[in-house]
């Protein structure tokens, strides 16, 4: 029997739903193989603050670093809003990034054939569209320094300091050309190279380092045209290799292109443990409701499976499950569009449907 060590940070709002529920369909994937999950769970964000004063304690962060993997819900809500700096919750997600050394954010856009309808987009547009973006996840604005609030002068001013070293590009262009020639072969870097100083860096960087990558196609692309390229003409996408700050905005952009930002896991990765969560908050309006969509959160534990646990068949399993669920007409509130072919599902009952599709997937004759 393999064994695992595992992290669950179900954080705050419908964190803890979604964890839950993607966890069960976790645990049951992996039995399918006689592999057992040990399970540590710990608070997190706003709920951690609540509780210790801070939103991620030492002790939690040594958990996740003994841990082969961690698996996050969603952290923040307006009863934290007030709190300032270290306090917010959100310090705590990326003291957890930065002391995990989890530089590399993979976050899979694929919209699935059932759900082709559901975007505000054409069908004809997106039917198709599976892009990867990878983002890099601990160096750039978010980290930089110097940063300061002045508002002692006559004049109050603010500044953020975006600052990459090449080692931090490289490494994360070494993850998005691998992923590349598991997939299509094609790279777009994405960049601001026409107005900034580290965004031509960047691009110098990825150019140079490219041509370590014969059989990998390369393109750059100015982020503002990106933007627009992601609702005109997605499918020309493979994989989109950027920084910190682009990544984040675009990331969540192309999550509406599958019609729900509730259906988009995530990956964190590095050189240790990983982290996975999905793309959406923590949708305190909704929490405690049963209306959360945990797909998203089931999708990460494919991820988790994939890049950390090295279970690409138990991840194939997770997937199939899904793709299982939605052809049988299952959908949660953000993706019900009240076809007749359609059910309506709370959170729960949506992972107790996956878990049924779970067991119509074939296992395999060797794992």
């Known amino acids: 029997m393999k ?3 595992l992290v669950t940070l179900p954080g705050d709002g419908i964190g803890t739903e979604v964890v839950e529920g993607a966890l069960k369909v976790l645990k049951d994937a992996c039995s399918r193989y006689d592999i057992k999950l040990e399970v540590q769970e710990f608070p997190f964000g706003g709920r951690s603050f609540d509780q210790h004063g801070t939103p991620a304690t030492d002790d939690t962060i040594e958990a996740c670093k003994a841990s082969d993997a961690v698996l996050l819900g969603a952290v923040g809500g307006e009863k934290w809003d007030h709190l300032t700096g270290a306090d917010r919750p959100e310090s705590g997600l990326l003291r957890l990034r930065s002391e995990l050394g989890v530089f590399a954010n993979f976050r899979p856009v694929r919209v699935y054939p059932e759900l082709a309808h559901a975007s505000t987009l054409k069908p004809e547009v997106i039917s198709g569209v599976d892009i990867l973006i990878v983002r890099e ?3 750039g604005i978010y980290f930089g320094k110097p940063r300061e609030t002045n508002r002692s002068v006559p004049d109050p001013y603010s500044f953020d300091t975006m600052r990459y070293h090449k080692s931090e590009i490289v490494r994360v262009a070494e993850k998005a050309f691998e992923a590349a020639i598991r997939r299509d072969g094609r790279v777009c870097s994405v960049d601001k190279a026409n107005v900034l100083e580290s965004s031509r860096f960047w691009r110098d960087t990825v150019v140079e380092f490219a041509g370590s990558y014969s059989g990998v196609e390369l393109q750059h692309m100015l982020v503002d045209n990106c933007a627009m390229q992601l609702i005109r003409h997605p499918k020309q996408f493979d994989v989109i290799l950027t920084s910190n700050l682009f990544g984040d905005i675009l990331s969540d952009e192309a999550a509406m292109l599958t019609g729900s930002i509730g259906m988009l896991p995530s990956a964190s990765i590095g050189n240790g443990p990983g982290v996975y969560e999905p793309v959406h908050g923590s949708a305190p309006d909704i929490a ?3 209306k959360a969509n945990p797909l998203a959160t089931i999708a990460s534990t494919a991820l988790l ?8 068949q138990v991840a194939r399993d997770i997937e199939q499950a899904i793709e299982g669920t939605l052809a049988a007409g299952y959908r949660t509130g953000d993706i019900y569009t009240g076809d007749d072919k359609e059910t309506l599902t709370g959170t729960m009952e949506m992972c107790d449907r996956v878990l049924d599709a779970l067991e119509n997937v074939e296992k ?4």
Not at 305 to 312: T, W
């Open 288 to 290: 405690g409701q049963d």
């Open 305 to 312: 499976c994939r890049y950390s646990l090295n279970l690409e």
């Open 364 to 367: 395999p004759e060797t794992a």
């Open 137 to 139: 996840l601990t160096g």
């Open 3 to 5: 064994k695992f060590q």
